[in-house]
């Protein structure tokens, strides 16, 4: 059965479910529809050459006008599968920008986690394993469809602070890195190239991440906002920077994981020199 462009357009009552869509009032729901700019991304679906699949990491960047540079590639060996670790400073465009850069060096051999609000964007959802933004939620979300993402054949890029960086005492900063890419990386034999991304989030969602934190919520207020963060990058450059690859024999037990993916994250901190990109993180 052949697939219409309009199958991957997106619908809120797809989004929210359901049980949550009987809940929410009208006011509501238009509220939410505007926060996840669902008219644009479907005008965006509606107007791409390619509208489904892995061009579509091209065209959606092309919609917004958000465009990149690379650092590093000739640190990538074709014949080999790595986890591609990288700092998590936006929530959107990183992952769109990665997915441009894998296409042109794997094609459709890549998968990236990402966060609920980005996997709904169905026609990329085949590179994307969702992953809950509540909090205590994770564990449970992680699971199976992570173990099959390692043991697949396709290059695997995580996010190990699991989280947007915030603003915490004036200062940007990267959230501390989980050790699972760490013990995966062992447990696969897949050596981890460090990435890193520049930019950063508006004043507006670092407020709402305070607020949220301030408050004691399990959820970041401020993830209702990522898609305007995302459209809010319109005219930006980035620049993507890859290290040397890590090899998985290097995490031994003279580290913890832990101790092993904080230094991870300090050499990924490291590549941002000379990027010519304020703040980096």
């Not at 700092?87 to 794997?106: D, T």
Request: hydrophobic share 40%.
């Amino acid at each position: 059965m052949s697939i219409d462009r309009t199958d991957y357009l997106l619908n809120l009552d797809e989004i929210l479910g359901p049980k949550m869509s009987r809940k929410l009032p009208g006011f509501a729901k238009r509220f939410l529809a505007r926060r996840l700019h669902l008219k644009q991304i479907n005008d965006c679906i509606m107007k791409a050459e390619h509208y489904a699949g892995v061009g579509f990491f091209d065209e959606a960047l092309d919609y917004i006008d958000i465009t990149y540079s690379t650092r590093g590639t000739e640190n990538i060996d074709l014949s080999k599968k790595y986890i591609f670790a990288c700092n998590h400073p936006l929530g959107g465009p990183e992952a769109l920008i990665i997915g441009s850069i894998f296409r042109k060096i794997y094609g459709e051999g890549f998968i990236v986690p990402s966060n609920e609000i980005l996997y709904n964007m169905k026609p990329l959802q085949e590179f994307f394993v969702p992953v809950s933004i509540v909090q205590g939620k994770q564990k449970k979300s992680i699971g199976e469809s992570f173990s099959r993402m390692f043991e697949s054949g396709r290059q695997v890029l995580v996010f190990p602070a699991g989280a947007c960086a915030k603003k915490i005492k004036g200062h940007i900063i990267e959230m501390p890195w989980k050790k699972m890419f760490v013990t995966q990386a062992r447990r696969y034999e897949r050596d981890v190239v460090p990435v890193h991304i520049s930019g950063h989030n508006s004043r507006w969602y670092f407020f709402l991440s305070w607020l949220s934190r301030t408050l004691g919520l399990k959820i970041n207020i401020g993830m209702l906002y990522l898609v305007d963060e995302l459209f809010n990058q319109k005219g930006q450059e980035f620049v993507i920077t890859f290290g040397e690859p890590v090899s998985y024999t290097t995490f031994d037990k003279t580290k913890t994981d832990l101790q092993w993916a904080d230094e991870i994250k300090n050499k990924v901190k490291l590549l941002s020199r000379d990027n010519g990109c304020t703040p980096n993180m």
